[in-house]
């Protein structure tokens, strides 16, 4: 059995959560895109520490020959790891907790800020969605990121309530429950999906 096959014996039953509290833009450039990249990293790269991620940290770097599977990702001169990989069969459902102080709306374009959302979860394919000004510190390399492509999202759900705290203008804090799952028959997952 390979050992992607294993991995995805385990990940397919995942389910964990990641927060944010601060603006999130509607049509958000790559500088606002790539700050949430940042703000979620540490979260991600935390959730590696744990099984079943802990067993596949050796998974996150760059393999030994051409044919191994890696999460790994180089753009340019940039390293990242995104947990939810299509070579891997597998896909995110999330469910999305936006808490804000004023729910009558007035907060831009709901569909422009998930879409800013879902791009600062994966990570970016190419140079031009990262910002030139960005050094990352030794912690951010390679940067965890949660989505190899935003299109391994199969479903969404949104909901808005009021925040009973208050925060700066425009500010939100969102709660997201990230469930994983397997789209395609391993051996490993072929219990799962009969």
Known sequence: M???????????NMEFKLHYEGVLKSNGNATVK?????????QLKE??????????VHMTGVPPTGDSFTFYKKVGD?????????????????????LRQDISGGHGDMDNMLKTLLDGLRYPKVAREIP???????EEQPLYCLLEDDELVTKMNIHVDRLLKPLEKGQVLLLITVKI??????????????
């Not at 959730?47 to 596949?56: S, T």
């Open 47 to 56: 959730l590696w520490k744990y099984r079943p991620l802990k067993d596949y």
């Open 181 to 194: 799952k397997g789209n395609k028959a391993t051996y490993g997952n072929l219990g799962l999906i009969l």
């Open 132 to 138: 030139s000004t960005w050094a990352p510190t030794t």
């Open 2 to 12: 390979l050992e992607a096959d294993v991995l995805i014996t385990f990940l397919p």
């Open 34 to 42: 790539h700050e949430l990249r940042r703000y979620f990293h540490p």
């Open 78 to 98: 940039y390293e990242f790891v995104p947990l939810v990989c299509d070579a891997m069969g597998m896909y995110a459902e999330l469910d999305i907790l936006i």
